[in-house]
């Protein structure tokens, strides 16, 4: 129930975040958010915690989760920051 | 201790909120990426925090993807942006679906390999959002790989259909639905094998939901497959319990259904159409016999029009990015503005390949924003501007989508370039474009096509104006 909570009032959040948006941005705020969707790297690393240490399965696959993550996070951060880099306004033209 | 972490996650929910808020604006946008990283440096930093990590590995792995990732970054041309998104995006989703994964496998069992097919300790709602988190991850991991493929000519951009497809589609949905009922199952053994079939079967789905869908309406394929990766995060937050990873996957789903709402109405399509329809066979309207003639026009011609221009819009669209003409254009802009001229950007949403690629091919070759204009805008302002220029565009300067109520496209909001008093059409041939519907445009009265690889065409007027 509590999660339910916390799934609704984001979602209205995210809504209310985004609905205006010059479409200008559109390709950045995308690979931006598609950075954020890295989170899943915290969970990836929680992982490493609680997995049975002497599983070799286990621990492989939680490698490689963390490893596609900050793919994902650090990829994602830098295209975007890339891409804004290059947005320019006329008064700030140099 | 966990207090402190906990209190470090709402903080950089804090941040990402912001940051995303940020980014709605174009002079706090780079502003805003920066906060939302730091929101994430912040999370990892405090997790790390946590007892008992098998810090050995997270070094490794966390050292590998940061290799890769960076790399990817720099390497990326912004040619190749739309499918670097896709590929990210889907590395994201392949995350979620391991970490889900391995909640199974840990509440499943302690030790040896072969013991994740013994004991079973699952809950039911474990069970429902592994499942879900699998199956978004998986769809989101293959297709994304699949609009990668697509997105850089590696597959083809045409709608692959196979037959039998709908009927495969829906009963991958049906059993897919139905898995969490393997709860009522005892034997951990047929559960754990149920699990992986479940795996295999939402990556193939990814495959077969998205290859169907043809090029062209791969912004909105992007944008889904966006906020997908934001719901496999969620619900893999969910499993794990973890509320940064429920709370951010959520906003980054959301945000990512309405930027896929904004494509579908650029489209005057439903989500469901893009998806399920493929292109539709185009009904061959009768009675096209009428004689149709197109005026081409030499580039020396054309160029004296665009001298005497006071204003001038360009059209880009895909071809532009094929071309890789946005520097020249930046070239000849620049050269109409001293001649005089005013230089407006015509740019529809789904003009390329991704939600606002023109843009950031534009913003490459230092074009200001101010001098975008959004599909509104540029319809006013088309009615009094000398000439417009279509690059590479078709579809969204396809007139039968306003005038024909029998076309395949009627009823998506056009740029009515045929207002603009003279129509410039850089076109490699009289060819139809991507959706293969013809464009009454053409063979309008003020409309001049000038054939050639656009870059070049461009190019010669660029010459021809630093002659004078």
Known sequence: MEVLFIVVLAIFLGFELINKVPSTLHTPLMSGSNAISGITLIGALELLERSSKDNIFVIILAVLAVIFASINVFGGYIVTDKMLKMFKSKKGDK | ?468
């Open chain 2, 1 to 468: 201790m966990e207090k402190i972490i906990n209190f470090a996650y709402i903080i950089s929910s804090i941040m990402f909120i912001f940051g995303i808020k940020f980014m709605s604006k174009p002079d706090t946008a780079r502003k805003g990426n920066l906060i939302s990283s730091t929101g994430m440096l912040t999370a990892v930093i405090f997790t790390l925090l946590n007892k008992g990590l098998a810090y050995e590995y997270i070094i490794i792995g966390l050292l590998i993807g940061a290799a890769i990732g960076v790399y990817f970054a720099r390497t990326v041309k912004m040619t190749g942006m739309p499918e670097m998104v896709a590929l990210l995006n889907g590395f994201g989703g392949l995350s979620s679906l391991l970490v889900a994964f391995v909640v199974y496998i840990n509440e499943n069992s302690r030790g040896e390999i072969l013991e994740i097919f013994q004991s079973t300790s699952i809950d039911f709602i474990t069970l429902l959002t592994v499942i879900s988190a699998i199956f978004i991850g998986g769809v989101t991991f293959t297709g994304s790989m699949v609009a990668w493929g697509k997105l850089s000519t590696k597959l083809s951009g045409k709608p692959m259909v196979f037959p039998f497809q709908k009927e495969f589609n829906l009963l991958v949905i049906v059993v897919v639905v139905i898995s969490p009922l393997m709860y009522y199952i005892d034997d951990p053994g047929i559960k754990m094998l149920l699990i992986i079939a479940l795996i295999l079967i939402s990556l193939i789905f990814g495959i077969t939901s998205v290859i169907p869908i043809g090029g062209a309406d791969m912004p909105v394929v992007i944008s889904l497959l966006n906020s997908y990766s934001g719901l496999a995060a969620s619900t893999a937050g969910i499993a794990i319990k973890n509320n940064l990873l429920i709370v951010t996957g959520v906003l980054v789903g959301a945000s990512g259904i309405i930027l896929t709402n904004i494509m579908c109405k650029a489209m005057n399509r439903s989500l469901a159409n893009v998806l399920f329809s493929g292109m539709k066979k185009s009904k061959k309207v009768t009675g096209e016999t009428e004689k149709k003639e197109h005026t081409a026009l030499t580039t020396e011609d054309a160029f004296y029009v665009l001298e005497a221009a006071k204003s001038v819009m360009i059209v880009p669209g895909y071809g532009m990015a094929v071309a890789q003409a946005q520097h020249t254009v930046k070239e000849l802009t620049d050269l109409l503005e001293k001649n005089d001229c005013e230089v407006y950007f015509g740019i529809h949403p789904v003009a390329g390949r991704m939600p606002g690629h023109m843009n950031v091919l534009l913003a490459e070759a230092s074009i200001p924003y101010e001098q975008l204009k959004e599909l509104e805008d540029s319809n006013n302002l088309l009615a009094s501007t000398d000439v417009a220029i279509v690059i590479g565009a078709n579809d969204v300067v396809n007139t039968s989508a306003r005038d024909d109520e029998n076309s395949e496209i009627y009823g998506m909001p056009i740029l009515e370039v045929d207002k603009a008093k003279t129509v410039f059409v850089l076109k490699r041939s009289m060819n139809t474009g991507y959706a293969g519907i013809d464009n009454p445009l053409f063979y309008l009265e003020n409309s001049r096509m000038i054939f050639g690889d656009a870059k070049e065409t461009i190019q010669s007027f660029v010459s021809a104006f630093k002659e004078i």
